[in-house]
């Protein structure tokens, strides 16, 4: 009986340290995967998925390559915005911050 409230006890710790962690490092990026599909909503959640052949296959004939560095913000409410990344100045800012 000690056991069984043992492992609850401490799954329940293990779980609260992973939400802990998982916003420490919320402001870190990583690369995609290849053949990873990312899906950014206007409420600014995200998701990704990792398609079959086929369902990747059909994606790319909708995709166009991107062309330079790309900014998304969020306003205090959560929704998504893209900044215009257009200019040499813009650019420069967005590639620093990528670094």
């Known amino acids: 009986m000690h056991s069984i409230k043992f492992v609850l006890i401490a799954g329940l710790v293990g779980l609260s340290a992973s939400q802990a962690l ?9 690369m995609m995967k290849g053949g990873q599909v990312t899906a950014i909503m206007p409420d600014g959640h995200m998701g990704t998925m990792m398609p079959d052949a086929k369902m990747s296959a059909d994606m790319m004939k909708m995709a166009k390559p991107i062309k330079h560095c790309m900014m998304m913000i969020t306003d205090a409410k959560g929704k998504a915005y893209m900044i215009d990344t257009s200019t040499k100045k813009a650019q420069a800012e967005c590639e620093k911050m990528a670094m």
């Open 22 to 30: 998982a916003e420490d490092t919320m402001g870190a990026m990583t």
